[in-house]
């Protein structure tokens, strides 16, 4: 009984953030992201059962009809929604908390080579935007926003907006309205600050006032005399 609430419970989520979701029957039927959601929970299984060749067929098998690759091992919240998918992957040590939105092409990879916790950890109702590549053994602190094509390399504080490569956080909170707002692509409405042209209003600023000061100081300095090779010039004196 467990797993036929688990399923409805997957259900409702994606239609209550998916407004293309038009019935319980084409979510059950259409969406490979709660396919892969089934895939993964009897790969998962079989992983701890110690059915590791299983575990692996299992997945990859949700691999090939969704194109959406989870390891059997990555530890997966409840109501995670996987919108789109396409080309996403979450690796071995990767966790996802509960209420938690990726996007396709997101990556949830490893940066190291030893057998050792290398993949994020992704707090609660966070969202992730496609394209989004989050590397390494950092966490995502609950209810943060990773903007499209954003480069997560260090850790994500709660409820903050990151965008950019490398990923620099723009919104120290988040200001998308209501508390717990879905906020879709990780991407709040309005204008979003782009935190590589702050930097460089901040450069050309200081370029201006260092010419304004290079200007005050050549006023002050009197002009030199002429010089001349006139042997009479110096008769004359």
């Not at 079989?46 to 949700?62: D, E, M, N």
């Not at 998918?85 to 939105?101: F, K, P, Q, R, S």
């Not at 309205?177 to 709040?188: I, L, N, R």
Request: aromatic residues 6%; contains cysteine; negative net charge.
């Amino acid at each position: 009984m467990a797993a036929f609430e688990r399923i409805s419970e997957d259900i409702r989520n994606i239609m209550d953030k998916d407004p293309a979701a038009r019935s319980r029957a084409e979510v059950f039927f259409c969406y490979p992201g709660f396919h892969v959601l089934l895939f993964h929970r009897l790969a998962h299984a079989a992983w701890h059962a110690g059915l590791k060749f299983i575990a692996r067929a299992v997945s990859q098998t949700g691999r090939l009809l969704t194109g959406i690759e989870i390891h059997p091992a990555a530890k997966i919240g409840r109501r995670v929604f996987i919108d789109h998918g396409m080309g996403l992957v979450i690796g071995e040590t990767a966790e996802v908390g509960n209420d938690v939105t990726l996007y396709h092409g997101v990556t949830l990879g490893g940066v190291s080579l030893k057998q050792e916790k290398r993949h994020p950890t992704i707090g609660d109702c966070v969202v992730v935007g496609s394209g989004a590549q989050v590397l390494g053994p950092i966490t995502v602190g609950e209810k943060a926003l990773i903007g499209a094509n954003a480069v997560v390399l260090s850790d994500v504080p709660a409820g903050v907006t990151m965008v950019g490569i490398p990923a620099r956080q723009v919104i120290a909170r988040n200001r998308s309205g209501a508390p717990d707002e879905f906020v879709a692509y990780g991407t709040p409405n309005g204008d979003l600050p782009d935190p590589v042209a702050k930097v460089l209003d901040g450069m050309m600023g200081e370029i201006q006032t260092l010419r304004a000061r290079v200007d005050e100081l050549s006023e002050d300095v009197p002009e030199p005399e002429p010089v001349t090779d006139d042997p009479r010039v110096g008769d004359a004196r």
